[in-house]
Structure formats: C-alpha cells, structure tokens
Nanobody, 118 residues
Framework: VQLQASGGGLVQPGGSLRLSCAAD????????MGWYRQAPGNERELVAV???????NYADSVKGRFTISRDNAKKTVYLQMNNLRPEDTAIYYC?????????????WGQGTLVTVSS
C-alpha cells in the first residue's frame, strides 16, 4: 500500500488548511488512518486518527481546531485544520495501520510540510 499525501503549504496564523491522504492498494477491513506530525527537534507525535470502526481521537493540542474524516470508498483520510497556530508548523505524515488474523501492517506517507507564519 502506498499513501499519497497532499495539501500542505504556508498559511498565516488563524488560517486554515486541508490535508488529504489517499491509499493506493487494497487495505484490510480493520484499519486506522491518521495523521502524525514532526516539528524540528521534536519527536513525531499523533495528531488525529480515525478507525474503520468509527472511533476518532485527537491530540489535546488540536482538539476543537482540527477535524479528521474518512471517505472509505476513496480510501482517503482528510485533516481539516482551522485556527492554525505557529506551533502547528511541522511535517505532517499520513499513517495507515491495518490488522487481520495474525497480521499487522503499518504504512507511512511521504510527509507534507505545513508552515504557519505571518
């Protein structure tokens, strides 16, 4: 499975961006698609994840500002980011985890840079 992320860019504080990530290939029915980010000098951290079962989780730092959604038919996950702050500046990585009997796979997208600056 390959993950193709898009939608990053430069935005002013308070602005919005929408990230997209499409999975190319067959994925297991039980899966979780989400977004992580890594700022310079920091470890990669979870931003938001949405499971095939309908569960959604957000990092505390983005709750109320970011919204994750999925289009299962298109095998695509989105991250709507509103009220962006300079501290949201990072490379955002799409992630897919999938599970089947005796199998677990994890895939990463190539990363897309989000810069929040005036």
């Amino acid at each position: 499975v390959q993950l193709q992320a898009s939608g990053g860019g430069l935005v002013q504080p308070g602005g919005s961006l929408r990230l997209s990530c499409a999975a190319d290939g067959n994925i297991f029915a039980i899966n979780a698609m989400g977004w992580y980010r890594q700022a310079p000098g920091n470890e990669r951290e979870l931003v938001a994840v949405a499971t095939s079962g309908g569960s959604i989780n957000y990092a505390d730092s983005v709750k109320g500002r970011f919204t994750i959604s999925r289009d299962n038919a298109k095998k695509t996950v989105y991250l709507q980011m509103n009220n962006l702050r300079p501290e949201d500046t990072a490379i955002y990585y799409c992630n897919l985890k999938e599970w089947a009997v005796a199998q677990r796979h994890e895939f990463w997208g190539q990363g897309t840079l989000v810069t929040v600056s005036s």
